[in-house]
Nanobody, 121 residues
């Protein structure tokens, strides 16, 4: 099966930066979209940033200008550069992808296990 594994989470002070990475592995023909979500305790999971098909990256309004998503299609990887982090952005950050295992087959949604980002002094 296809797996997504995130890395790069940790403790950062307010105003600091982190770079998250996500790697897809397994038998993969193509990946249509890759995205980052986050979920804080007691909150719904929300979309942070995404790259879909040939479209330019999209971002939640709250992170525009501070976060940057990038994808390496050849390596099946996606990154999230997070700058000027705020305490309310502490959450588990999840990688998401829609993966095609065989040409012409349907895309399967896959989730990573998440990586914890803590923003605190």
């Amino acid at each position: 099966q296809v797996q997504l594994v995130e890395s790069g989470g940790g403790l950062v002070q307010p105003g600091g930066s982190l770079r998250l990475s996500c790697t897809a592995s397994g038998y993969i023909f193509s990946i249509y979209s890759m995205a980052w979500y986050r979920q804080a305790p007691g909150k719904q999971r929300e979309l942070v940033a995404a790259v879909t098909g040939r479209r330019p990256p999209s971002y939640a309004d709250t992170v525009k200008g501070r976060f940057t998503i990038s994808r390496d299609n050849a390596k099946y990887m996606v990154y999230l550069q997070m700058n000027s982090l705020e305490p309310e952005e502490a959450a588990v950050y999840y990688c998401n992808a829609h993966v095609q295992a065989v040409r012409g087959d349907r895309y399967i949604e896959v989730w990573g296990q998440g990586t914890l980002v803590t923003v605190s002094s």
